[in-house]
C-alpha cells in the first residue's frame, strides 16, 4: 500500500512512522507548511525545531520526505473562515476546517491523491460495521479527536488510516522513549496552528480590531464594566471578562449594539440549553442515504473527554440535540457532533445553529 504520513514533529504523527514500519510499510512523510509566515509579528508554525526533527524520523526510517507548502490555501479557507465567522458574532473552529478543507481536502487535491492511504496522529480509529467503514472513537478516551474530526466526508474518510487508534498516550510516548524518537518529551501541541506564539486575541484585534461596548448582568439589565469587542467573547466564556465579584459567564451577545451578556449562572435557564439546532447535518461514513438520522445519541458540543447524552430530532427540517440533561456553552458557529449511544461510532455533525442565541 502506498501511504503519505502527515508529520508535523510532534510525539503522535512521529510515532505513526514508527508502527507504520513496524507493520511493513514504507510510507512517504509529508510535512505541510501552514503558518503564516509572511504576515509581520508572528511566529511562523512551521518552526525549524519541526522541520529538523521530522528529516531525522525520515533519515531514521529511511522514508521519503516532502516538505509542502498549503499557506496560500489555508489563508483562503480557513483563516478567512475564521475573520468572518467571528466578524458575524460566531465562534469559529478552525481545527476542524483545517482538518476537512487542508489536511484532507488541498492535501488530497495537490498530493494525496497519488497515495492509497494517508494516515496522521489523531487518537481516532476506523471502525468497520455490517461491511460499512465508519469514524470510529479512539481506545484512549481522554485524547480521542474525533470532535475535529467531525466535518470530513466519505471519501476523505475511505482514505485515512489511524495507527494510534489502539494506543493509549502514555504507551504512544513510551514507544517514542524507546525508539529514541527526539519529539518523545515534547508537549503536546495547543491552540491553532497559524497563530504560532500570538495569542488568539491579538490575530482577531489585528483583523477585526477593536471597539467599546457594555458588558450588561442578564437578570438585572446592570451595566458592570466595558469590553472592547464582541468577538472577542464567546458563550459560556468563564474568564477573561475582567469583573470582580465573580465568577461570570457570557450568556448572550447582543451583535448588533455590541454588547454582551453575563451571569452568575444562578438560573439554569440563562446558561444552560436542552436543545441544540444544527445547520447542514452531514453524516460520516455508514449507509449511503441514512439521513435523517434519527434516535438515541451521544454528543458533543466542543472538544471534550466526556461525552453528553441524548436524542437527535428531526423539526422544521432541521436537526435538533434534545439532550438528557442541559448542556452550558452552546456556542453558533461551534459544531455539534453526533456519537452512537454507545460512544464507539462518530456519526456526522452540523454547525450549531445562531437558533441557539
Same mark, same amino acid.
Given at each position: 500500500?502506498?501511504?503519505?504520513?502527515?508529520?508535523?514533529?510532534?510525539?503522535?504523527?512521529?510515532?505513526?512512522?514508527?508502527?507504520?514500519?513496524?507493520?511493513?510499510?514504507?510510507?512517504? &512523510?509529508? *510535512?505541510?507548511?501552514?503558518? @503564516? +509566515?509572511?504576515?509581520?509579528?508572528?511566529?511562523?508554525?512551521?518552526?525549524?525545531?519541526?522541520?529538523?526533527?521530522?528529516?531525522?524520523?525520515?533519515?531514521? =526510517?529511511?522514508?521519503?520526505?516532502?516538505?509542502?507548502? /498549503?499557506?496560500?490555501?489555508? #489563508?483562503?479557507?480557513?483563516?478567512?473562515?475564521?475573520?468572518?465567522?467571528?466578524?458575524?458574532?460566531?465562534?469559529?473552529?478552525?481545527?476542524?476546517?483545517?482538518?476537512?478543507?487542508?489536511?484532507?481536502?488541498?492535501? +488530497?487535491?495537490? =498530493?494525496?491523491?497519488?497515495?492509497?492511504?494517508?494516515?496522521?496522529?489523531?487518537?481516532?480509529?476506523?471502525?468497520?460495521?455490517?461491511?460499512?467503514? *465508519?469514524?470510529?472513537?479512539?481506545?484512549?478516551?481522554?485524547?480521542?479527536?474525533?470532535?475535529?474530526?467531525?466535518?470530513?466526508?466519505?471519501?476523505?474518510?475511505?482514505?485515512?488510516?489511524?495507527?494510534?487508534? %489502539?494506543? #493509549?498516550?502514555?504507551?504512544?510516548?513510551?514507544?517514542?522513549?524507546?525508539?529514541? /524518537?527526539?519529539?518523545?518529551?515534547?508537549?503536546?501541541?495547543?491552540?491553532?496552528?497559524?497563530?504560532?506564539?500570538?495569542? *488568539?486575541?491579538?490575530?482577531?484585534?489585528? =483583523?477585526?480590531?477593536?471597539?467599546?461596548?457594555?458588558?450588561? +448582568? #442578564? +437578570?438585572?439589565?446592570?451595566?458592570?464594566?466595558?469590553?472592547? %469587542?464582541?468577538?472577542?467573547?464567546?458563550?459560556?466564556?468563564?474568564?477573561?471578562?475582567?469583573?470582580?465579584?465573580?465568577? #461570570? &459567564?457570557?450568556?448572550?451577545?447582543?451583535?448588533?449594539?455590541?454588547?454582551?451578556?453575563?451571569?452568575?449562572? =444562578?438560573?439554569?435557564?440563562?446558561?444552560?440549553?436542552?436543545?441544540?439546532?444544527?445547520?447542514?447535518?452531514?453524516?460520516?461514513?455508514?449507509?449511503?442515504?441514512?439521513?435523517?438520522?434519527?434516535?438515541?445519541?451521544?454528543?458533543?458540543?466542543?472538544?471534550?473527554?466526556?461525552?453528553?447524552?441524548?436524542? @437527535?430530532?428531526?423539526?422544521?427540517?432541521?436537526?435538533?440535540?434534545?439532550?438528557?440533561?442541559?448542556?452550558?456553552?452552546?456556542?453558533?458557529?461551534?459544531?455539534?457532533?453526533?456519537?452512537?449511544?454507545?460512544?464507539?461510532?462518530?456519526?456526522?455533525?452540523?454547525?450549531?445553529?445562531?437558533?441557539?442565541?
Amino acid at each position: 500500500m502506498n501511504i503519505a504520513a502527515l508529520v508535523s514533529g510532534g510525539v503522535d504523527s512521529s510515532v505513526t512512522v514508527h508502527l507504520l514500519k513496524e507493520q511493513g510499510y514504507d510510507p512517504t &512523510i509529508f *510535512y505541510i507548511k501552514i503558518g @503564516l +509566515e509572511n504576515e509581520p509579528g508572528f511566529v511562523s508554525c512551521p518552526s525549524n525545531e519541526d522541520i529538523e526533527i521530522v528529516q531525522y524520523i525520515a533519515k531514521k =526510517y529511511a522514508c521519503r520526505l516532502e516538505i509542502v507548502s /498549503l499557506q496560500e490555501e489555508y #489563508w483562503e479557507r480557513v483563516v478567512d473562515y475564521t475573520i468572518q465567522s467571528v466578524r458575524k458574532g460566531l465562534t469559529p473552529n478552525p481545527d476542524v476546517m483545517c482538518n476537512k478543507l487542508i489536511k484532507f481536502g488541498s492535501f +488530497e487535491e495537490k =498530493y494525496g491523491k497519488d497515495y492509497d492511504a494517508i494516515t496522521t496522529g489523531h487518537y481516532a480509529a476506523i471502525a468497520e460495521e455490517d461491511g460499512f467503514r *465508519y469514524l470510529g472513537t479512539a481506545k484512549d478516551r481522554n485524547k480521542d479527536q474525533t470532535y475535529f474530526l467531525g466535518q470530513i466526508n466519505n471519501a476523505q474518510l475511505n482514505k485515512l488510516k489511524f495507527p494510534l487508534s %489502539g494506543l #493509549w498516550k502514555k504507551e504512544v510516548r513510551e514507544i517514542a522513549e524507546t525508539a529514541k /524518537l527526539p519529539s518523545a518529551g515534547r508537549p503536546d501541541s495547543q491552540g491553532i496552528c497559524f497563530l504560532g506564539k500570538i495569542n *488568539y486575541n491579538e490575530f482577531i484585534r489585528r =483583523y477585526v480590531g477593536e471597539k467599546k461596548g457594555k458588558i450588561i +448582568e #442578564w +437578570e438585572t439589565g446592570r451595566i458592570l464594566g466595558e469590553h472592547k %469587542g464582541f468577538w472577542f467573547h464567546t458563550i459560556g466564556q468563564r474568564k477573561g471578562l475582567g469583573l470582580s465579584q465573580g465568577p #461570570w &459567564i457570557v450568556a448572550k451577545k447582543g451583535i448588533e449594539e455590541n454588547t454582551i451578556y453575563v451571569s452568575h449562572g =444562578y438560573d439554569p435557564i440563562n446558561i444552560y440549553r436542552d436543545k441544540v439546532y444544527l445547520d447542514d447535518f452531514q453524516l460520516i461514513g455508514g449507509r449511503p442515504k441514512q439521513l435523517p438520522l434519527t434516535g438515541e445519541i451521544a454528543f458533543k458540543i466542543r472538544h471534550t473527554p466526556e461525552f453528553a447524552m441524548g436524542t @437527535l430530532l428531526i423539526e422544521n427540517g432541521k436537526h435538533v440535540i434534545l439532550a438528557d440533561n442541559p448542556v452550558p456553552g452552546v456556542a453558533p458557529g461551534q459544531y455539534g457532533v453526533i456519537y452512537d449511544k454507545d460512544c464507539r461510532l462518530c456519526l456526522g455533525s452540523g454547525m450549531i445553529s445562531e437558533e441557539n442565541n
